[in-house]
């Protein structure tokens, strides 16, 4: 069964910078979207994301190329059939002036209603239904200007979600969000693609959250390729290290985290403890720049060399403590703010 929503065919990407100069973003991308799929689309600022969504949507015509919704020219569609068929989230906050959250999720049949507007009982129906897909019942009566940025980018979602689309296309839907609420909305997409079984298609620079909750990532690059895989497959492939890379940040495949550039300040040996205090404590210590080797137990403290600082974490139910060793010289610290502040100080 082939369940391909929207292709691509050697599609180039871009836009005019004069009347006769138009500067190609990416050429040559040939993907596709697969019903009941959640993919993200990945890349430094000015690499092309937001041009490469408004293509697919057909807001914004391509270099060269086609766009293909079940099999069908984007930009040869009408804009009411269009519309029946993909919705499109932007990042930019619309003035909805008084209406309320119920009022625009209702909006999102519009493709569907008479002249006038008019709302069916299917049509109420299916917006009741979209509002409570996104867990927005209780704020369907509130005005939309009265709501949070995670509870309005809830009734955008369900305002394209009332469109019953087969593709949902979000720029940045995460973008103003606090994290709880960045999870929440990454979470929520990925159940929606599941149980409406569409495609649907985010930017965001959310990387480790894309890593966790993507079934496909699309990474596009400042030099214009797009790499095409589960994230999984892109990190095996050293696509996402060798992007970020220029970007002020490393990723280390083997925990998948993303880390800022800092310049190194030595390496330590780290000995004992077990748990979270040893994990967050290789966080601290990382974060300032040092190269952490793991001991087994505090017997290794006769290997380290003269000029090799040692820390040994002693742990209990009461307390943790950080015992310092230094050319031989003990130091002991109660807080992982003070062991910072002393090693800035060797």
């Known amino acids: 069964m082939n369940d391909t929503i929207l292709t691509t065919y050697s599609l180039s990407i871009g836009y005019k910078t004069s009347r006769k100069n138009v500067r190609c973003v990416a050429s040559d991308i040939s993907v596709s979207l697969q019903a009941g799929e959640l993919v993200c689309l990945l890349g430094p600022n000015g690499a092309g994301k937001s041009t490469l969504l408004r293509s697919l949507a057909g807001m914004q015509p391509p270099i060269a190329g086609e ?41 999102g049949r519009h493709p569907y209603t008479d002249w006038w507007g008019n709302l069916t009982p299917q049509d109420e129906a299916i917006v009741h239904w979209a509002i409570k897909s996104v867990g927005a019942v209780h704020l369907a009566p509130r005005q939309v200007s009265e709501l949070s ?10 305002r394209a979600l009332a469109q019953l689309p087969i593709v949902m296309l979000l720029d940045e839907p995460t973008a103003f969000l606090d994290l709880p609420r960045r ?14 079984n569409q495609a649907i298609l985010l930017s965001t620079h959310d990387l480790d959250l894309a890593l966790r909750l993507a079934d496909k990532v699309w990474l596009l690059t400042t030099n214009g390729i797009l790499h095409v895989g589960a994230p999984e497959d892109l990190v095996l492939s050293g696509a996402f290290a060798d992007t970020f890379k220029s970007e002020g940040v490393e990723f280390d495949a083997t925990s998948g985290e993303f880390h800022l550039h800092t310049s190194h300040k030595g390496e330590i040996n780290l000995i004992g403890g077990e748990g979270i205090a040893v994990m967050w404590t290789l966080r601290a210590l990382q974060r300032v720049g040092f190269r952490v080797k793991q001991g087994e137990n505090s017997s290794v403290m006769g290997d380290v060399t003269p000029t090799q600082i040692s820390i040994e974490i002693i742990s209990n139910s009461e307390q943790v403590l950080w015992r310092i060793t230094n050319s031989k010289t003990v130091y002991t610290h109660h807080s992982l703010y003070k062991l910072i502040k002393f090693l800035n100080y060797l």
């Open 149 to 158: 940025d995670g509870e309005r980018q809830k009734i955008m979602i369900a």
């Open 183 to 196: 999870v929440e909305i990454m979470q929520l997409l990925r159940q929606l693609a599941r149980e409406t």
């Open 67 to 107: 766009v293909r919704l079940l099999g069908d020219d984007v930009y040869k569609l009408a804009p009411q059939e269009l519309a029946k068929r993909l919705s499109l989230v932007l990042t930019e906050k619309v003035d909805v002036g008084m209406l309320s959250a119920y009022t625009l999720v209702s909006l």
